[in-house]
């Protein structure tokens, strides 16, 4: 069984419904965003990256107050990356692990999506507070 097909095998045996999108990554749904699982082509490695892309737009003239919140998530949650698109237009997360096993592989990506559907959250309460 290849990388990509125990992905999409764990993820449904989970209650998901992934598909594969055009570049080959599965994706799926997940409190209603699009969450992609990248690395599935890198064979050699146990290695997976959960991303949730463009979670939240930024407001022209808050770079500076987007950039201090991604930074301080990214401290702050373990294992999560918090940050800026290039065309300082959106904000993304992902979650980065090795899996050892078919069960490592569920537990792992269910904790990844539970610090994923944390950093949306938290994400937009920092942002309320930092002008407070």
């Not at 095998?9 to 570049?23: A, F, N, Q």
């Not at 003239?61 to 373990?78: A, F, H, M, Q, W």
């Not at 904790?111 to 937009?124: A, D, F, H, N």
């Amino acid at each position: 069984m290849t990388k990509k097909d125990l992905v999409v095998k764990t993820l449904e045996s989970m209650g998901y419904k992934p598909k594969i999108d055009d570049d080959g990554d599965v994706m799926f749904h997940y409190q209603m965003k699009l969450i992609y699982i990248l690395g599935t082509q890198m064979e050699d490695k146990n290695y997976l990256v959960v991303m949730f892309p463009q979670f939240s737009k930024i407001k022209e003239g808050e770079e500076i107050k987007t950039l201090t919140v991604c930074n301080k998530l990214s401290r702050d949650v373990t294992l999560t990356k918090v940050y800026i698109d290039n065309t300082l237009e959106n904000v993304s997360a992902s979650c980065e692990f090795f899996y050892c096993d078919e069960e490592c592989l569920a537990m792992q990506l269910d904790e990844s999506l539970r610090r994923i559907g944390q950093i949306r959250s938290t994400y937009k309460k920092l942002m309320t507070e930092f002008d407070e």
